[in-house]
T-cell receptor
Framework: SQQGEEDPQALSIQEGENATMNCSYKTSINNLQWYRQNSGRGLVHLIL?????REKHSGRLRVTLDTSKKSSSLLITASRAADTASYFC???????????FGQGTRLTINP | DVKVTQSSRYLVKRTGEKVFLECVQD?????MFWYRQDPGLGLRLIYFSYDVKMKEKGDIPEGYSVSREKKERFSLILESASTNQTSMYLCASTWGGLGETQYFGPGTRLLVL
């Protein structure tokens, strides 16, 4: 069962622009995570935000969490060609004791 | 840095063959996971292990088995490979709770002919 659903499925922007991806989920959570996957590779953890946090920053990444709307967003500022990848949100589904991944947003940064 | 390695990047097998995919992590993590990733279906959990010799079924365990004889190593076994098991297989590990940050290997792309 899919817990996280990313939106949009694909996003194409120019280098230097900001990219925003959204994630919605269905059940209560303890934390929500964002991962990046370059083509044909494994996933790399980007950021974890706990249910009692509203916003978190890491370098050019900004993640927000709205538990009342069961949604999160990932903002990448000043995008670079190297940011081209698929981005996944993952939730722990409260007491599910495992991560459930969405299907991802494919981000393309055009030079 | 945590390192998770998988035995092969690419693998081609024939229908009916027994296939072993191995995963090794070097950070003494208690929990290890096997996923498969398919276009349009995202990542799906096959099996996970929270301790040596302990295993739990994930969402799609049919056709697979696992082995964890040592803490650092988690093997995925396809007893009799079928074409519908052609996929990207990803191993991950984590310390602490099962819902915490996972560290992934590079993946094995398996083609079953």
């Amino acid at each position: 069962s899919q817990q996280g659903e990313e939106d949009p499925q694909a996003l194409s922007i120019q280098e230097g622009e900001n990219a925003t991806m959204n994630c919605s989920y269905k059940t209560s959570i303890n934390n929500l995570q964002w991962y990046r996957q370059n083509s044909g590779r494994g996933l790399v953890h980007l950021i974890l935000i706990r249910s009692n946090e509203r916003e978190k920053h890491s370098g050019r990444l900004r993640v927000t969490l709205d538990t009342s709307k069961k949604s999160s967003s990932l903002l990448i500022t000043a995008s670079r060609a190297a940011d081209t990848a698929s981005y996944f949100c993952a939730t722990d589904g409260g007491g599910a004791q495992k991560l459930v991944f969405g299907q991802g947003t494919r981000l393309t940064i055009n030079p | 840095d945590v390192k998770v390695t998988q035995s092969s990047r690419y693998l081609v097998k024939r229908t009916g063959e027994k296939v072993f995919l191995e995963c090794v992590q070097d950070m003494d993590h208690e929990n290890m996971f096997w996923y498969r990733q398919d276009p349009g279906l995202g990542l799906r959990l096959i099996y996970f292990s929270y301790d040596v010799k302990m295993k739990e079924k994930g969402d799609i365990p049919e056709g697979y088995s696992v082995s964890r004889e040592k803490k650092e190593r988690f093997s995925l076994i396809l007893e009799s490979a079928s074409t519908n098991q052609t996929s990207m297989y990803l191993c991950a590990s984590t310390w602490g709770g099962l819902g915490e940050t996972q560290y992934f290997g590079p993946g094995t792309r398996l083609l079953v002919l």
